[in-house]
């Protein structure tokens, strides 16, 4: 292997490590997908879990002082239940629910698409603990989808608090969000979250990245993009022939074509797979 091509082996792998902390496309927003989950008030932790009890820590969440916590519980409606329902704390000063709709149908109960914390006149839900239950007068929610940014993002997108956008997501089943609410704080860090029902839709998984777009501007961001001259035939969907031995993220940036097609022994680098599956591209090696 020549010294070229392992220096730019080692430059994709760095840049791979460097993945993380690399800035964002302008527009781009980072997409959580947010399973059901249970946020709960002190008294009704020691409720399910026993007099003086705490939430005790699993894992961090992205959201900076949030955690998945080692407690579950049951979540019992008319018709079914779910079980091991995680319990995201610390606590709060309201107990709320969040399902999906895949989930109330489930559980034969019908809860409002309400952003978190909003739960006034939400569903009723029963929860069951290893030391008691309780039942939630209301609190089930569907969780509107939503975007939360600290405020120099709110800055950078040209965004207020409350205000709603349309995000876009690229890639095998393309998809737009709308009505989806911005939520700015000192304390979020950038990231949209949607629940497991809007990300199947999508196929989106965790990691993924949206377009932010304004109201009122999806129209005129598609004629532009999509403008071509009138003497000007359309572009032929064709298969593009890569004949180099190593295909980078570059070279994946830099294909227009959506299909990638590679000689046998071709290396692929784990960023230009990534990449490729960010912008909807295939890639397949000539038989």
Avoid: C, W
């Amino acid at each position: 292997m020549d010294q070229q091509l392992i220096e730019r082996i080692v430059g994709e792998v760095l840049g791979q490590l460097s993945k993380d902390v690399s800035p964002l496309p302008a527009h781009a927003v980072p997409i959580a997908v947010s399973a059901r989950h249970v946020h709960l008030k002190p008294e009704h932790v020691e409720a399910l879990f026993g007099k003086g009890y705490e939430l005790t820590k699993r894992s961090d969440l992205s959201q900076p002082g949030q955690f998945a916590s080692n407690e579950t519980v049951v979540v019992a409606g008319p018709k079914g239940s779910i079980e091991r329902v995680r319990i995201l704390g610390p606590a709060r000063s309201l107990s709320q629910v969040e399902v999906s709709f895949t989930d109330a149908m489930k559980l034969g109960v019908k809860p409002p698409l309400r952003e978190s914390g909003d739960i006034e006149g939400s569903a009723g839900i029963t929860l069951i603990g290893p030391k008691g239950s309780i039942y939630l007068e209301e609190g089930l929610i569907v969780a509107q989808a939503h975007i939360h940014m600290a405020p120099g993002d709110a800055s950078r997108f040209g965004v207020q608090n409350g205000e709603y956008v349309t995000v876009e997501v690229d890639g095998i089943r393309p998809v737009s969000f709308r009505n989806v609410k911005i939520r700015v704080s000192e304390r979020y860090r950038l990231e949209m979250h949607i629940d497991t029902d809007e990300a199947n839709a999508g196929f989106i998984t965790q990691g993924t990245i949206g377009r932010l777009v304004k109201p009122g501007t999806e129209k005129e961001t598609a004629r532009t993009e999509n403008q071509v001259p009138p003497s000007a035939p359309q572009p032929a969907n064709k298969s593009h022939e890569f004949k180099k031995k190593l295909l980078s993220n570059e070279d994946i940036r830099s294909i227009q074509e959506q299909d990638i097609l590679l000689e046998k022994g071709t290396i692929v680098t784990a960023l230009a797979k990534d990449t490729a599956r960010e912008l909807g591209k295939t890639i397949s090696f000539r038989k």
